[in-house]
């Protein structure tokens, strides 16, 4: 008990010891360190959550924190209530719970709005519900393409008419919420218009529009023809720029870098065509069918017919007419018909759309130079030369005559080579040269930061130069004993020592009385009293 009691008093006294900086910043630590430990043994007794679902509808959130709270499972809403969380230990029981429930329904009904049928219930409200459950499948199965975060889908889809004419065309819109940071590409834009159109009966694709989150239309926005034109104009300068670097590259190895130019236009057909030609050979005749007929007859103009007249010979067994010929020949009649097949070759064909119907090609070359300054002369390419290089250019590019391609090589002075010396001004090469006109003020922010943090330092310097000096001066003023030597010869160091041992048995002085004054306070009482008395004499 003595001893504890003998540790709380030199804990005392060294706290009275303190200056009211260090006691503050020592109060200040403490209550730092308390509030650590005590969130530290708060997220300690706390469950561990886990994340049950994220990024889901309000509707799906609402449905999934009621059934929650009908499960008594704790849980926590983040990313303003989209993500649900609960403890580690119950994630996946939870999840097979709300499956079983039909959660998170993704966003909008589905097919199974069907599932429960109502007695009663008119073909109106059947049709309704069905245009529902559409676009509700169509929603979450558009939500599952990488880089949509939600989607909503409308469906316009009109009754059927008993004539054609009146009929009206189905339509659909399609909006989307990208996720941040992603942009859709073409290609995934025209999968959602044809995976609507697809699941839509009627429904033709230039009949949906695709939004982003923005308002900004994806597809559709524009009309069949503006469409077609934005993909011409792009098909044709991608052929165009693939055909000049192919012939930019072959002559940049050839000639030299930066001693041609090659430009190339091409006239593409987007019509699609279907021909259909039938050509006869007429030489080449095949027989297809052969038919003979003979007829013979022994009536002529002369013969007489002999016999009984009357039915009698008309009869079975009866005498029949003889014939005779008074001189006269018979008939014999000959026929032959000949078929025959001529040759026919019948061709189908179905020519693509970006056909390639004419190419133009137009290089130009610089000739060979020599001297320096004014007296620089330029000589032209050969015309040999120029005609390999054409056919160079015509094998490169793929010319065919038959189609009308041109191409067109030509050797001229380039005005570069003829003034090697001439800079030309591409603006600054250095990229900090636009950022000039702003050095100034830079500088200035630097000087004052300098100044803010310079001054506090320049004072605290002074501050202590100040009071070595003090001190100094004070060990100058105290009485030299024999063989002292003068203040000025006293090192530095041998100063502070001196002041920290004066500092030191102040201290132990200190101590030893507030000990005494601990022991015995009637005589720490009686002597402070004397203090005062002779204070007050004086």
């Known amino acids: 008990m003595a001893s504890l009691k003998d540790s709380l008093g030199k804990l005392k006294e060294r ?26 043994i708060g997220r300690a007794s706390e469950p561990s959550f886990g994340l049950l679902y994220s990024n889901l509808s309000g509707d799906d959130a609402a449905r999934i924190v009621e059934r929650l709270k009908d499960m008594h499972v704790p849980y926590k809403l983040e990313s303003g209530g989209s993500d649900v969380y609960v403890p580690d230990s119950s994630v996946h029981e939870t999840r097979l719970t709300l499956a079983a429930d039909g959660l998170p329904s993704g966003g909008g009904v589905g097919f199974e709005i069907f599932d429960e049928q109502r007695f009663g219930e008119s073909e109106f409200s059947e049709q309704v519900k069905y245009h529902r459950a559409l676009e509700g499948e169509l929603s979450r199965t558009i939500s599952h393409i990488a880089g949509v975060e939600t989607a909503r889908v409308h469906l316009v889809l009109p009754n059927r008419s008993l004539f054609a004419s009146t009929e009206t065309a189905a339509s659909a819109s399609v909006a989307l919420k990208i996720k941040p940071g992603f942009r859709m590409r073409d290609d995934q834009v025209r999968g959602i218009v044809h995976l609507v159109a697809s699941s839509v009966r009627g429904l033709d694709a230039e009949h949906v529009t695709v939004v982003n989150g923005e308002g900004r239309s994806l597809a559709g926005g524009a009309t069949a023809d503006e469409e ?21 590259e072959l002559l940049d190895r050839t000639l030299g870098e930066g ?30 069918s ?13 013969a007489t017919t002999a016999g009984v007249p009357g039915a009698a010979s008309n009869l079975p067994g009866g005498e029949a007419p003889t014939s005779g010929t008074g001189g006269g020949s018979g008939l014999f009649k000959r026929s032959e018909t000949r078929n025959f097949e001529v040759s026919k070759v019948v061709r189908r064909a179905i020519e693509p759309i970006g056909r390639l ?39 490169a590019v793929g010319a065919q005559s038959d189609r009308g391609d041109k191409v067109t090589v030509e050797c001229v002075p380039f005005a570069d080579s003829a003034h090697p010396g001439r800079r030309v001004d591409l603006g600054p090469a250095d990229p900090l040269e636009r950022y000039r006109p ?10 004052l930061l300098f100044l803010l943090i310079a001054l506090p330092i320049w004072a605290a310097i002074r501050r202590r130069r100040r009071r070595t000096a003090r001190v100094s001066a004070t060990v100058a003023a105290l009485p030299a004993g024999p063989g002292a030597q003068s203040p000025a010869s006293i090192d530095a160091a041998i100063v502070n020592e001196r002041l920290a041992e004066q500092a030191r048995a102040v201290a132990e002085a200190r101590s030893l009385a507030a000990d005494l004054a601990s022991r015995d306070p009637d005589l720490a009482a009686r002597v ?8 007050t004499r004086q």
């Open 15 to 40: 706290w009275s010891a303190l200056t009211l900086q260090r006691r503050i910043v020592i109060a200040l630590g403490a209550a730092v360190v308390v509030a650590i430990a005590v969130l530290a």
């Open 357 to 395: 119907q004419r190419l133009q090609v137009a290089v130009v070359v610089d000739g060979r130079w020599s001297g320096k300054g004014a007296r620089r002369h330029f000589t032209p390419r050969s015309a040999g030369e120029l005609g390999r290089l054409k056919a160079i250019v015509e094998s």
């Open 259 to 288: 001693s041609s130019v090659v430009r190339v236009a091409a006239d593409v057909s987007f019509a699609r065509e279907e021909r259909t030609e039938e050509q006869f050979d007429p030489q080449g005749v095949a027989p297809r």
């Open 290 to 302: 052969f038919q003979i007929s003979e007829e013979r007859s022994n009536v002529g103009p002369n």
């Open 228 to 248: 077609m034109s934005s993909q011409t104009l792009g098909f044709r300068h991608e052929l165009e720029r693939g055909k000049e670097r192919a012939v930019q």
């Open 438 to 447: 702003y050095l100034p003020y830079a500088a200035g922010a630097l000087g």
């Open 528 to 535: 402070v009293r004397g203090w005062l008395s002779e204070g």
